[in-house]
Every structure is written in structure tokens, then in C-alpha cells.
């Protein structure tokens, strides 16, 4: 089925090129829930741009044209309020505006309807002002009880409020920030042979094992800087390993490992300092920047790839040269000069900074004897990298930089709205109980849960029950009021909070809108009258090759365990290919039928 489903994606681009996109629009509009599908056909026409790269720009186009349909509709659809369509959920329980983010509508996602629903959801009904949230924020640093009592899983409607949990977070990731300072910066004058933790390191293990614990309990965006926590982690462990090794050595190689765990923990700390951009996405002044950041340092990833080969190039032709052929003993031989590979290396690295003279690049050394030429070919090799690096590929960064900053600067405000959209999503699903509270309050559920199950750990649900579990009774509606609605934002919601919530393709009466829809795009019976039957021909013919495909078991794929699994390429059980194109032809059918009529 995943090959028919991509020859239908490539055979509806092909066909959309030849009538100006008709052909793909009237496809979305005859679904059973139109925004929905175009969102998808978006990220699937996206996906397969990567993979097919001669065909990558018409697969972006056809992918731009299904946002920006989803983006039309949305318009339509959120005229009376965004609460329900954003939390109507499709048959994978994934409630819409997580699909959105997930496909990355950033057109979608950025809409004022979306993003004015986001607002309540960040503030819920906590109405401070913004110097007032300030000042809550300050305090909470300089008082860490009223810190403590933000943390808690208290039974009030405050500590449901997304906001309130960003400042929990952000203190706690500043306090983090403090005792790697404390542990790293400050000379406390203690020996570093006395291996006993003090009271900072320890405090310092027990915030990485709340953060340890939260990023296996707790679901976390790994895009952009969400990859920081995993790498901190990682460093701070093999530095606490390093910590433990220091006890089996004596004396200065027991001060040199402890002065290699130090390095390791400042590295750590440094890139805790890089995280707080994430935290500073929120803004609307900071937030854009944080993106531009992001995509430059993609920029400068790419150009040292380039560097890298040149300098090794160049490292290994001056190297080359500074090989002495002969001693002073007039015995020809090959010996290890001083100016060896790492030491070439250096001396063009910091070139690049206008660090190195040339009068650098004269070894002169008594025990060495060098060809005459030496020093002019050193001096000339040492131009030509000059020449390439600082003048071509040094001027071809700055350009690429240039390039981004205008391109994302023209789409900031898309792009910030986006990641406040990620920002609010990820503090809705995590709890208000960040590092190192939550080691507390995960011990305090999983002693309730495996009292009530009766130490019964082998049930078929208990990851669902773990996941969803809480100390106090803790609802995360996207209400934003929080009145105890049923309708949920998140995926990993109990089943009985599951029942009244909409479907996406019955949230809303899509006949009206996409009547709404053509009325504003202009179209009448004449245009539908002349695709029409181009469209129902094309329509029965891939109805027959889905039936085909069907009966012979492809649509129906066994995963290793033997189990039914849902093909990556579907658009899932109810919105399936199959049903969407069975419901297109009776649509089409149907209009086909009254079309005749009125030509008789």
C-alpha cells in the first residue's frame, strides 16, 4: 500500500500542475474532514521531498499549496472560536492542534485564532500582569520556600496554569546553573584530595537525578536546542564517574582527574547558559532572535565542514615541508621535527584570527638542517591558505549568514509563534514539579499506584497508568479556565476524560465550510461542470487500484510480532486512504449524477 499511496501523492502533484492546483484542492474539499487531510498531504509531500531530490521543488510546492489550503480553512472554520477544532481529536486520539505542530503548520499554527486560544491557554485564569509575573519570578529565586510552594502538586487551580509552570522550570534550571557555578567557579580553597562530596555537590546530584527522572517520565521536544538536557546528562554522568575513579589514585593523578570532572561539569554548565534561549522563546522580542541563532549556527556547522577540509590540507603540505631531511652530522635521515601535523594545525587555525606572523613560520632550529627553499615554500603555502580561507570561504559565511538572517527574518514572526506554540504544548504535558521536587512526587504516586494495583506491575495498562498518575488529582484540560472540561490538548489523557471529546471529521459541518470556501474563491458550476468528470474518472481508477491493492493483503500490514499495524503512509483507521477515496467517489458520484441530469 505505501507504494500506492506515494504514485497516488505523485500522480495528484502531477495532475494539480496541469490545472493550477484544481485538482489537488478538489481532492481535500471531497474528505471527510478537509483541513485535516490538506495538513497531512503537507507533511507527507514535505517528507518525500528529502527523499526524492529530483523532484524536491514540486513536492514543496504541492506541500506549501495543502498549508496554505489547511491555513484557509482553519480561517473559516475558527470563526466563532479555535477551542473546538484545536482539541477535537483524529482516530489516533491525538488532539488536532498537537497534529499541527507535529506536521510543522507553521502557517497554521501562527494563525490569530491559534495563537489568541494559546494566549488563554498560557495564562489560564491567572490574570497578573507582566511586571507582576516578573516580580513572582524574582521572588521565587530569592525565596526558594515560595519556590517550593509553586512546585508542589497542590489541589489549586493555579498550579494547572502553563505559566506558572515555566517559572517552576525556569528557577529550577537557574538554580542548576548555580550549583555547577558553585561546584566549577568558585575556589572554596578545599583539598582535592579529600573526596568526600560537600554540601553543593550533593546538591548538585540531587538535581540531575530529578532531571534524569524527568526526561524519562515526562515527553520532551528533541527539535532545536531540546537536545541540550540529554547532553548535559551525559556529561555530568561521566563526570560523577570520573569523580568515583578519583578514589582508586593518590596524590596529584587523583587532583588531575578531579580537575577533569571540573572541565567536564563547566562544559555542562555552559551549555545550561545555551538553554535559556529555549526558555526566552516565549517573548516576542527574544523569541525571534533565538531562532535566527538556531538557524545560523546550522550555517556554521555546514561552513566547518568545508574548513575542516582545507585546513587538513594544508596542515599536511606545511607539515610536508617543515620535514627535515638531514642532521648536522651530514647523515641523511628522516627524524620528528617540532613543527609536526597538530603543531601546523594550530599555527592555521589561529590564522584565521590574524594571530599568526610570519615570522612564525621560521623553525630555527640548530639541530635540524632545512633546504634552502624552505622557508619561501612555507611562506608560500602559508599565503595561498590565506588567500582561500580568510578571503573565500571566510567572505562565503558571511553571505550564507546574510542569507539566513534576511530569509528568517522576513518569516520571524511565523517562525517565534511556532516555537511559543511548541513552548506552551511542552508545559502543558509536563508537570508543575520540576528537578529536583519530582523525585518526591514520583515516589510519593508510584507508592500509591502499587498500593492500589496491589503491587500488581505486570498490568497490560501500567505505562498509561505511571504516565498519568499524580499525588493530587491534577487535571490538564485545555480549558483555559480550567472548569473541568472534557476536551483535552494532550494525547496521554485517561480514557474516560476521552469520551465526550469531538471527532475532527464531525467537530464541525465541513459541507457548509467548504461551500463558504468556494464562495470565496470564486468558483461556479462551469469550472466544477469542466473538472468534474476529469476528476471522476481519475477518482474510480484509484478507487480500483486500492481495491486491488486490498485483496491481495497489502493493505493490511503484519508488523514482526504478527499484530495488524498502521501503515506510516495512511491517513489512519478512519481517515484512511481507503475511506477517503470511497468517500470522494461517493461525493463525486453524486455530483456526477445531478451534473447529467441538467445536461438532459
Given at each position: 500500500?505505501?507504494?500506492?499511496?506515494?504514485?497516488?501523492l505523485?500522480d495528484l502533484?502531477?495532475?494539480?500542475k496541469?490545472n493550477d492546483?484544481e485538482?489537488?484542492?478538489?481532492?481535500i474539499?471531497?474528505?471527510?474532514?478537509?483541513?485535516?487531510?490538506?495538513?497531512k498531504?503537507?507533511?507527507h509531500?514535505r517528507a518525500?521531498?528529502?527523499r526524492e531530490?529530483?523532484r524536491?521543488?514540486?513536492?514543496?510546492?504541492?506541500?506549501?499549496?495543502?498549508?496554505i489550503l489547511?491555513?484557509e480553512l482553519?480561517?473559516?472554520a475558527?470563526?466563532?472560536?479555535a477551542?473546538?477544532?484545536l482539541?477535537?481529536?483524529?482516530?489516533?486520539?491525538?488532539?488536532?492542534?498537537?497534529?499541527?505542530?507535529?506536521?510543522?503548520?507553521?502557517?497554521?499554527?501562527?494563525?490569530?485564532?491559534?495563537q489568541?486560544y494559546?494566549?488563554?491557554?498560557?495564562?489560564?485564569?491567572?490574570k497578573f500582569?507582566?511586571?507582576?509575573?516578573?516580580?513572582l519570578?524574582?521572588?521565587s529565586?530569592?525565596?526558594?520556600?515560595?519556590?517550593?510552594?509553586?512546585?508542589?502538586?497542590w489541589?489549586?487551580?493555579?498550579?494547572k496554569?502553563?505559566?506558572?509552570?515555566?517559572?517552576?522550570h525556569l528557577?529550577?534550571h537557574i538554580y542548576?546553573?548555580?550549583?555547577?557555578c558553585?561546584?566549577t567557579?568558585?575556589?572554596w580553597?578545599?583539598?582535592?584530595?579529600?573526596?568526600?562530596?560537600h554540601?553543593?555537590e550533593?546538591?548538585?546530584l540531587?538535581?540531575?537525578?530529578?532531571?534524569?527522572?524527568?526526561?524519562?517520565?515526562?515527553?520532551?521536544?528533541?527539535?532545536?536546542?531540546?537536545?541540550?538536557?540529554?547532553?548535559?546528562l551525559?556529561?555530568?554522568?561521566?563526570?560523577i564517574l570520573?569523580?568515583?575513579?578519583a578514589?582508586a589514585?593518590?596524590?596529584?593523578?587523583r587532583?588531575g582527574?578531579?580537575?577533569?570532572?571540573?572541565q567536564?561539569?563547566?562544559?555542562a554548565?555552559?551549555?545550561?547558559?545555551?538553554?535559556?534561549l529555549d526558555?526566552?522563546?516565549?517573548?516576542h522580542l527574544?523569541?525571534?532572535?533565538?531562532v535566527?541563532?538556531?538557524?545560523?549556527?546550522?550555517?556554521?556547522?555546514r561552513?566547518l565542514?568545508?574548513?575542516?577540509?582545507f585546513?587538513?590540507g594544508?596542515t599536511a603540505?606545511?607539515a610536508?615541508?617543515?620535514?627535515?631531511?638531514?642532521?648536522?652530522d651530514?647523515?641523511?635521515s628522516?627524524l620528528n621535527?617540532?613543527?609536526?601535523?597538530?603543531?601546523?594545525?594550530?599555527?592555521?587555525?589561529f590564522?584565521?584570527f590574524?594571530?599568526?606572523?610570519i615570522?612564525?613560520?621560521?623553525?630555527?632550529?640548530?639541530?635540524?638542517?632545512?633546504?634552502?627553499?624552505?622557508f619561501t615554500?612555507?611562506?608560500?603555502?602559508?599565503?595561498v591558505?590565506?588567500?582561500?580561507?580568510?578571503?573565500?570561504?571566510?567572505?562565503?559565511?558571511?553571505?550564507?549568514m546574510s542569507?539566513?538572517?534576511?530569509?528568517?527574518?522576513?518569516?520571524?514572526?511565523?517562525?517565534?509563534k511556532?516555537?511559543?506554540?511548541?513552548?506552551i504544548?511542552n508545559m502543558k504535558r509536563?508537570t508543575?514539579?520540576?528537578?529536583?521536587?519530582?523525585?518526591?512526587?514520583?515516589?510519593v504516586?508510584y507508592?500509591?499506584?502499587?498500593?492500589?494495583t496491589?503491587c500488581?506491575?505486570?498490568?497490560?495498562?501500567?505505562?498509561?497508568?505511571?504516565?498519568?498518575?499524580?499525588?493530587?488529582?491534577?487535571?490538564?484540560?485545555m480549558?483555559?479556565?480550567y472548569?473541568?472540561?472534557?476536551?483535552?490538548w494532550?494525547?496521554?489523557e485517561?480514557?474516560?476524560?476521552?469520551?465526550?471529546i469531538?471527532?475532527i471529521e464531525?467537530?464541525?459541518d465541513?459541507?457548509?465550510?467548504v461551500?463558504?470556501?468556494?464562495?470565496?474563491?470564486?468558483?461556479?458550476?462551469?469550472?466544477?461542470?469542466?473538472?468534474?468528470p476529469?476528476?471522476?474518472?481519475?477518482?474510480?481508477?484509484?478507487?480500483?487500484?486500492?481495491l486491488?491493492?486490498?485483496?491481495h493483503g497489502?493493505?493490511?500490514?503484519?508488523?514482526?510480532?504478527?499484530?495488524l499495524?498502521?501503515?506510516?503512509?495512511?491517513?489512519?483507521s478512519?481517515?484512511?486512504?481507503?475511506?477517503v477515496?470511497?468517500?470522494?467517489?461517493k461525493k463525486?458520484?453524486?455530483?456526477?449524477?445531478?451534473?447529467?441530469?441538467?445536461?438532459?
Amino acid at each position: 500500500m505505501c507504494f500506492i499511496f506515494l504514485q497516488f501523492l505523485f500522480d495528484l502533484m502531477v495532475c494539480s500542475k496541469m490545472n493550477d492546483n484544481e485538482s489537488m484542492v478538489d481532492f481535500i474539499l471531497q474528505t471527510p474532514a478537509p483541513i485535516y487531510a490538506a495538513a497531512k498531504l503537507s507533511r507527507h509531500y514535505r517528507a518525500e521531498s528529502t527523499r526524492e531530490k529530483e523532484r524536491s521543488r514540486d513536492l514543496i510546492n504541492a506541500g506549501n499549496v495543502c498549508e496554505i489550503l489547511a491555513s484557509e480553512l482553519l480561517s473559516l472554520a475558527c470563526v466563532d472560536g479555535a477551542e473546538t477544532l484545536l482539541t477535537a481529536v483524529d482516530d489516533r486520539e491525538v488532539p488536532f492542534l498537537d497534529f499541527l505542530i507535529e506536521c510543522e503548520q507553521k502557517e497554521c499554527v501562527s494563525h490569530p485564532s491559534v495563537q489568541l486560544y494559546l494566549g488563554d491557554v498560557w495564562r489560564g485564569n491567572f490574570k497578573f500582569e507582566d511586571w507582576k509575573l516578573f516580580l513572582l519570578f524574582i521572588c521565587s529565586i530569592l525565596c526558594p520556600l515560595l519556590w517550593v510552594f509553586l512546585c508542589l502538586p497542590w489541589n489549586i487551580k493555579y498550579h494547572k496554569v502553563p505559566i506558572i509552570k515555566f517559572v517552576c522550570h525556569l528557577v529550577s534550571h537557574i538554580y542548576l546553573i548555580l550549583l555547577f557555578c558553585l561546584t566549577t567557579v568558585v575556589p572554596w580553597g578545599h583539598s582535592y584530595t579529600d573526596l568526600l562530596p560537600h554540601w553543593y555537590e550533593w546538591l548538585l546530584l540531587i538535581w540531575l537525578s530529578g532531571l534524569l527522572l524527568s526526561q524519562l517520565t515526562e515527553p520532551h521536544d528533541r527539535a532545536g536546542l531540546g537536545w541540550i538536557p540529554i547532553l548535559v546528562l551525559v556529561l555530568s554522568v561521566i563526570g560523577i564517574l570520573l569523580h568515583l575513579i578519583a578514589f582508586a589514585f593518590e596524590g596529584y593523578t587523583r587532583v588531575g582527574v578531579i580537575y577533569a570532572r571540573n572541565q567536564l561539569f563547566a562544559v555542562a554548565m555552559m551549555f545550561c547558559f545555551t538553554q535559556l534561549l529555549d526558555f526566552l522563546s516565549f517573548h516576542h522580542l527574544f523569541g525571534p532572535w533565538g531562532v535566527i541563532i538556531r538557524d545560523l549556527m546550522q550555517d556554521l556547522v555546514r561552513f566547518l565542514v568545508i574548513l575542516l577540509i582545507f585546513m587538513t590540507g594544508f596542515t599536511a603540505h606545511l607539515a610536508a615541508v617543515y620535514k627535515p631531511m638531514y642532521s648536522n652530522d651530514s647523515k641523511q635521515s628522516v627524524l620528528n621535527p617540532n613543527f609536526g601535523f597538530l603543531k601546523c594545525f594550530e599555527l592555521l587555525f589561529f590564522s584565521l584570527f590574524g594571530l599568526t606572523e610570519i615570522q612564525l613560520l621560521d623553525p630555527s632550529q640548530e639541530q635540524y638542517k632545512f633546504p634552502n627553499a624552505m622557508f619561501t615554500l612555507a611562506r608560500f603555502t602559508f599565503g595561498v591558505y590565506n588567500i582561500i580561507t580568510i578571503v573565500v570561504l571566510i567572505n562565503l559565511l558571511i553571505a550564507m549568514m546574510s542569507d539566513t538572517y534576511q530569509r528568517i527574518q522576513a518569516q520571524s514572526d511565523i517562525e517565534w509563534k511556532f516555537g511559543r506554540a511548541k513552548l506552551i504544548r511542552n508545559m502543558k504535558r509536563s508537570t508543575a514539579t520540576p528537578s529536583p521536587l519530582n523525585v518526591f512526587t514520583k515516589f510519593v504516586t508510584y507508592a500509591k499506584i502499587l498500593f492500589k494495583t496491589k503491587c500488581k506491575c505486570c498490568r497490560a495498562d501500567i505505562i498509561d497508568i505511571l504516565r498519568t498518575g499524580e499525588p493530587f488529582t491534577e487535571s490538564t484540560s485545555m480549558d483555559p479556565i480550567y472548569r473541568g472540561s472534557n476536551s483535552s490538548w494532550l494525547p496521554n489523557e485517561n480514557l474516560e476524560h476521552r469520551e465526550n471529546i469531538p471527532r475532527i471529521e464531525t467537530v464541525l459541518d465541513w459541507s457548509k465550510i467548504v461551500k463558504k470556501f468556494l464562495a470565496l474563491r470564486g468558483s461556479n458550476s462551469e469550472i466544477s461542470q469542466r473538472q468534474m468528470p476529469a476528476t471522476y474518472t481519475y477518482a474510480m481508477h484509484m478507487r480500483e487500484r486500492v481495491l486491488s491493492a486490498d485483496s491481495h493483503g497489502a493493505l493490511t500490514p503484519r508488523t514482526n510480532s504478527g499484530h495488524l499495524g498502521r501503515s506510516p503512509f495512511g491517513f489512519g483507521s478512519s481517515v484512511s486512504l481507503r475511506g477517503v477515496a470511497n468517500s470522494t467517489i461517493k461525493k463525486v458520484e453524486v455530483v456526477h449524477g445531478i451534473i447529467g441530469k441538467e445536461s438532459d
